[in-house]
């Protein structure tokens, strides 16, 4: 069956540290894939999309690799902050109609 | 630019009674989806509209959700009649589809309690 999972359990770190989220996909090809942030109440807000041809995509102190053999994307806050407390939701896109199938999210917490 | 706009933020209804969500897309937004999110879960979505027609609503429950997008700018989601089930945040967003690719704008969401 199709799935996608990402870490079930809440993340926690220390402010300043990196902070690495796994998102892995089964029986998809997708030509990309998305990480969306979600704070309480409100609805996600898009952060990065990495197409299947790109291995890396940085956006100031985020980062997202693909690895489309593992069928696995990494997403990455290197100097963490409390304010970078949320859900991070992973997105791939199936089919053609672009819909985007949602994993459950990684909650994460971010200690000063 | 203004964003995706929804209403009401919250609702609490009883079971076996009907209520309606709407939503306003970000101006120009051809893509226009309703999701479903049940608390701790990711969004699912229910019906994705482009411009006024309907692009995929295999995971509505049609027996009880109608969507409707006419002239292919807000949109309406209704239940009828609601379920226990239902309580959930109904999310509406929209993108432009620039080269392809479906960033998605999302609203607040609709937080729905059926009791």
């Known amino acids: 069956s199709q799935k996608i999972e990402q870490n079930s359990e809440a993340l926690n770190i220390q402010e300043g540290k990196t902070a690495t989220l796994t998102c892995n996909y089964t029986n998809y090809s997708p030509a990309y894939l998305q990480w969306y942030r979600q704070d309480p109440g409100r609805g996600p807000v898009f952060l990065l999309l990495i197409r299947e041809n790109e291995k890396e995509k940085r956006k100031e102190r985020l980062k997202v690799t693909f690895d489309t053999t593992l069928k696995q994307s990494l997403f990455h806050i290197t100097a963490s902050q409390p304010a970078d407390s949320a859900t991070y939701l992973c997105?791939?896109?199936?089919?053609?109609?672009?819909?985007?199938?949602w994993g459950l999210g990684t909650s994460l917490a971010v200690n000063p | 630019e203004a964003g995706v706009a929804q209403s009401p933020r919250y609702k609490i209804i009883e079971k076996r009674q009907s209520v309606a969500f709407w939503c306003n897309p970000i101006s120009g937004h051809a893509t226009l989806y309703w999701y479903q999110q049940i608390l701790g879960q990711g969004p699912k979505l229910l019906i994705q509209f482009q411009n006024n027609g309907v692009v995929d609503d295999s995971q509505l429950p049609k027996d009880r959700f109608s969507a409707e997008r006419l002239k292919g700018v807000d949109s309406t989601l209704k239940i009828q009649p609601a379920k226990l089930e239902d309580s959930a945040v109904y999310l509406c967003a929209s993108s432009l589809e620039r080269d392809g690719y479906n960033e998605q704008f999302f609203g607040p969401g609709t937080r729905l309690t059926v009791l």
């Open positions: 997105a791939l896109n199936a089919g053609n109609n672009r819909k985007l199938i």
